[in-house]
Protein backbone atom coordinates (compact mmCIF):
# COMPACT_ATOMS: atom_id res chain seq x y z
CA UNK A 1 0.00 0.00 0.00
CA UNK A 2 0.76 3.68 -1.03
CA UNK A 3 1.40 5.37 3.16
CA UNK A 4 0.87 9.13 2.88
CA UNK A 5 2.98 10.97 5.43
CA UNK A 6 1.40 14.63 6.29
CA UNK A 7 3.19 16.85 8.38
CA UNK A 8 2.47 18.75 10.60
CA UNK A 9 -0.39 16.55 12.55
CA UNK A 10 -1.59 19.90 13.84
CA UNK A 11 -0.53 23.58 13.22
CA UNK A 12 -1.22 26.44 15.32
CA UNK A 13 -1.53 30.11 13.30
CA UNK A 14 -3.26 33.53 13.10
CA UNK A 15 -5.76 35.28 10.34
CA UNK A 16 -3.27 36.52 7.41
CA UNK A 17 -0.99 34.08 8.41
CA UNK A 18 0.59 32.21 5.40
CA UNK A 19 0.48 28.19 6.09
CA UNK A 20 2.24 25.10 4.47
CA UNK A 21 1.05 21.65 4.35
CA UNK A 22 3.31 18.78 3.27
CA UNK A 23 1.97 15.16 2.24
CA UNK A 24 4.88 12.50 0.79
CA UNK A 25 4.13 9.48 -0.30
CA UNK A 26 6.16 6.54 -0.28
CA UNK A 27 6.35 6.15 -3.81
CA UNK A 28 5.40 8.06 -6.86
CA UNK A 29 1.56 8.87 -7.83
CA UNK A 30 2.33 10.62 -10.41
CA UNK A 31 -0.42 13.96 -10.50
CA UNK A 32 -3.16 11.72 -8.68
CA UNK A 33 -2.95 13.78 -5.30
CA UNK A 34 -5.75 15.95 -3.74
CA UNK A 35 -6.41 18.39 -0.87
CA UNK A 36 -10.21 18.43 1.05
CA UNK A 37 -10.79 20.45 3.69
CA UNK A 38 -13.48 19.01 6.90
CA UNK A 39 -15.26 20.97 9.17
CA UNK A 40 -16.51 19.94 12.35
CA UNK A 41 -19.74 18.01 11.68
CA UNK A 42 -19.20 18.30 7.97
CA UNK A 43 -18.47 16.17 5.09
CA UNK A 44 -15.36 16.66 3.35
CA UNK A 45 -14.89 19.54 0.57
CA UNK A 46 -11.90 19.07 -2.27
CA UNK A 47 -9.69 21.82 -2.84
CA UNK A 48 -7.18 20.77 -4.89
CA UNK A 49 -7.19 17.94 -7.80
CA UNK A 50 -4.29 16.65 -9.84
CA UNK A 51 -1.82 18.19 -7.34
CA UNK A 52 -2.24 21.79 -8.40
CA UNK A 53 -5.71 22.55 -9.95
CA UNK A 54 -8.57 24.58 -7.97
CA UNK A 55 -11.55 23.03 -7.23
CA UNK A 56 -14.23 25.27 -8.61
CA UNK A 57 -15.55 27.83 -6.06
CA UNK A 58 -12.45 27.71 -3.72
CA UNK A 59 -10.86 30.61 -3.01
CA UNK A 60 -7.62 31.41 -4.91
CA UNK A 61 -5.64 31.82 -1.47
CA UNK A 62 -5.91 28.27 -1.72
CA UNK A 63 -2.66 26.60 -3.87
CA UNK A 64 -0.98 22.96 -4.43
CA UNK A 65 2.40 22.36 -5.78
CA UNK A 66 4.92 19.53 -5.79
CA UNK A 67 5.68 16.20 -7.93
CA UNK A 68 6.86 12.74 -7.42
CA UNK A 69 6.78 11.90 -4.04
CA UNK A 70 6.08 15.21 -1.99
CA UNK A 71 3.33 17.52 -2.31
CA UNK A 72 2.46 20.85 -0.63
CA UNK A 73 -0.53 22.85 0.27
CA UNK A 74 0.00 26.57 0.41
CA UNK A 75 -2.77 28.70 2.35
CA UNK A 76 -1.71 32.65 1.22
CA UNK A 77 -3.52 34.27 3.75
CA UNK A 78 -5.66 32.71 6.29
CA UNK A 79 -8.90 33.74 6.87
CA UNK A 80 -11.23 33.06 9.82
CA UNK A 81 -13.08 30.31 7.47
CA UNK A 82 -10.36 28.41 6.74
CA UNK A 83 -9.59 27.07 10.67
CA UNK A 84 -10.48 23.41 9.97
CA UNK A 85 -8.95 19.70 9.69
CA UNK A 86 -6.77 19.18 6.07
CA UNK A 87 -6.28 15.74 4.61
CA UNK A 88 -4.22 14.91 1.15
CA UNK A 89 -5.37 11.79 -0.87
CA UNK A 90 -3.75 9.55 -3.36
CA UNK A 91 -5.28 7.69 -6.23
CA UNK A 92 -3.11 6.63 -7.99
CA UNK A 93 -3.31 2.96 -6.68
CA UNK A 94 -5.73 1.17 -4.51
CA UNK A 95 -6.14 0.99 -1.85
CA UNK A 96 -6.74 4.59 -2.38
CA UNK A 97 -5.30 6.27 0.84
CA UNK A 98 -5.59 9.70 2.69
CA UNK A 99 -2.54 11.46 5.03
CA UNK A 100 -3.54 11.55 8.70
CA UNK A 101 -4.72 14.86 8.79
CA UNK A 102 -3.72 18.59 9.67
CA UNK A 103 -6.10 20.43 12.10
CA UNK A 104 -5.29 23.85 11.77
CA UNK A 105 -5.83 26.08 14.64
CA UNK A 106 -6.38 29.51 15.64
CA UNK A 107 -3.41 30.80 17.89
CA UNK B 1 -26.17 22.00 -7.43
CA UNK B 2 -24.79 18.17 -6.62
CA UNK B 3 -26.42 16.64 -3.45
CA UNK B 4 -25.52 13.20 -2.10
CA UNK B 5 -27.71 12.49 0.91
CA UNK B 6 -26.81 8.91 2.96
CA UNK B 7 -28.90 7.28 4.98
CA UNK B 8 -29.08 4.15 6.54
CA UNK B 9 -26.84 4.24 9.70
CA UNK B 10 -27.95 3.04 12.97
CA UNK B 11 -27.07 1.32 15.82
CA UNK B 12 -25.88 -3.00 15.39
CA UNK B 13 -24.70 -5.80 17.33
CA UNK B 14 -21.08 -7.21 15.99
CA UNK B 15 -22.03 -9.72 13.57
CA UNK B 16 -24.96 -8.40 11.89
CA UNK B 17 -25.92 -6.46 8.74
CA UNK B 18 -26.96 -2.62 7.36
CA UNK B 19 -27.55 -1.52 4.11
CA UNK B 20 -26.86 2.20 3.55
CA UNK B 21 -28.33 4.42 0.60
CA UNK B 22 -27.03 7.25 -1.44
CA UNK B 23 -28.82 9.31 -3.08
CA UNK B 24 -27.35 11.43 -5.87
CA UNK B 25 -28.66 14.78 -7.92
CA UNK B 26 -27.56 17.24 -10.02
CA UNK B 27 -25.33 15.58 -12.41
CA UNK B 28 -25.79 12.81 -14.62
CA UNK B 29 -25.34 9.76 -12.04
CA UNK B 30 -24.76 7.51 -14.69
CA UNK B 31 -21.42 8.60 -16.28
CA UNK B 32 -19.78 8.64 -12.90
CA UNK B 33 -18.18 6.28 -10.78
CA UNK B 34 -19.18 6.63 -6.96
CA UNK B 35 -17.40 5.86 -3.48
CA UNK B 36 -17.92 5.05 0.03
CA UNK B 37 -15.75 6.56 2.47
CA UNK B 38 -15.44 6.38 6.63
CA UNK B 39 -14.31 8.07 9.37
CA UNK B 40 -14.31 6.40 12.44
CA UNK B 41 -15.12 8.64 15.92
CA UNK B 42 -12.32 11.63 16.15
CA UNK B 43 -9.90 9.62 13.87
CA UNK B 44 -9.38 9.95 9.54
CA UNK B 45 -10.55 9.32 6.49
CA UNK B 46 -10.47 5.75 5.25
CA UNK B 47 -11.81 4.68 1.74
CA UNK B 48 -13.80 1.93 1.58
CA UNK B 49 -15.73 1.28 -1.86
CA UNK B 50 -15.93 2.05 -5.43
CA UNK B 51 -17.38 1.28 -8.64
CA UNK B 52 -17.65 2.12 -11.80
CA UNK B 53 -19.91 4.14 -13.71
CA UNK B 54 -21.85 0.78 -14.88
CA UNK B 55 -21.64 -1.38 -11.82
CA UNK B 56 -19.22 -3.61 -14.20
CA UNK B 57 -15.92 -3.55 -11.81
CA UNK B 58 -15.87 -2.76 -7.98
CA UNK B 59 -12.93 -1.89 -5.86
CA UNK B 60 -12.78 -2.53 -1.72
CA UNK B 61 -10.17 -1.79 1.30
CA UNK B 62 -8.78 -5.15 2.19
CA UNK B 63 -10.70 -4.05 5.88
CA UNK B 64 -14.13 -4.49 4.46
CA UNK B 65 -13.28 -6.72 1.24
CA UNK B 66 -15.80 -9.93 1.63
CA UNK B 67 -17.94 -8.46 3.82
CA UNK B 68 -19.26 -5.18 2.44
CA UNK B 69 -20.45 -5.23 -1.12
CA UNK B 70 -21.17 -1.60 -3.03
CA UNK B 71 -23.66 -1.54 -6.14
CA UNK B 72 -25.25 0.91 -8.18
CA UNK B 73 -28.46 1.66 -9.44
CA UNK B 74 -29.01 4.06 -12.45
CA UNK B 75 -32.04 4.06 -12.56
CA UNK B 76 -32.87 5.46 -9.54
CA UNK B 77 -29.88 7.60 -8.84
CA UNK B 78 -28.76 5.43 -5.72
CA UNK B 79 -25.69 3.80 -4.39
CA UNK B 80 -25.80 1.68 -1.90
CA UNK B 81 -23.65 -0.28 0.72
CA UNK B 82 -24.04 -3.61 2.09
CA UNK B 83 -22.45 -4.39 5.07
CA UNK B 84 -22.43 -7.76 6.58
CA UNK B 85 -20.67 -9.50 9.65
CA UNK B 86 -20.06 -5.90 11.22
CA UNK B 87 -17.19 -5.34 13.94
CA UNK B 88 -16.92 -2.94 16.30
CA UNK B 89 -14.17 -1.36 14.29
CA UNK B 90 -16.59 -0.74 11.29
CA UNK B 91 -18.05 1.81 13.82
CA UNK B 92 -18.12 5.42 11.73
CA UNK B 93 -19.61 8.02 9.96
CA UNK B 94 -19.66 6.85 6.32
CA UNK B 95 -19.47 9.33 3.53
CA UNK B 96 -20.76 9.04 -0.16
CA UNK B 97 -18.72 10.79 -2.90
CA UNK B 98 -18.69 11.13 -6.54
CA UNK B 99 -15.96 9.61 -8.47
CA UNK B 100 -12.83 7.48 -7.67
CA UNK B 101 -11.17 11.27 -6.22
CA UNK B 102 -14.14 11.99 -4.41
CA UNK B 103 -14.85 15.62 -5.62
CA UNK B 104 -18.32 15.74 -4.10
CA UNK B 105 -19.28 14.56 -0.44
CA UNK B 106 -22.82 13.67 1.28
CA UNK B 107 -23.27 14.66 5.06
CA UNK B 108 -22.04 11.90 6.09
CA UNK B 109 -24.29 8.91 8.26
CA UNK B 110 -23.48 7.44 11.20
CA UNK B 111 -23.06 3.21 11.59
CA UNK B 112 -22.31 2.18 15.24
CA UNK B 113 -21.25 -1.32 16.07
CA UNK B 114 -22.25 -2.60 19.62
CA UNK B 115 -23.86 -4.99 21.92
Known amino acids: DIQMTQSPSSLSASVRDRVTITCRAS??????LGWYQQKPGQGPQRLIY???NLQSGVPSRFSGSGSGTEFTLTISSLQPEDFATYYC?????????FGQGTKLEIK | EVQLVESGGSLVQPGGSLRLSCGASGFPFINFWMSWVRQAPGKGLEWVAN????????YYADSVKGRFTISKDNAKNLVYLQMNSLRVEDTAVYYC????????WGRGTLVTVSS
Open chain 1, 27 to 32: QGIGND
Open chain 2, 51 to 58: IKQDGSET
Open chain 1, 89 to 97: LQHFRYPFT
Open chain 2, 97 to 104: ARNRYFDF
Open chain 1, 50 to 52: AVS
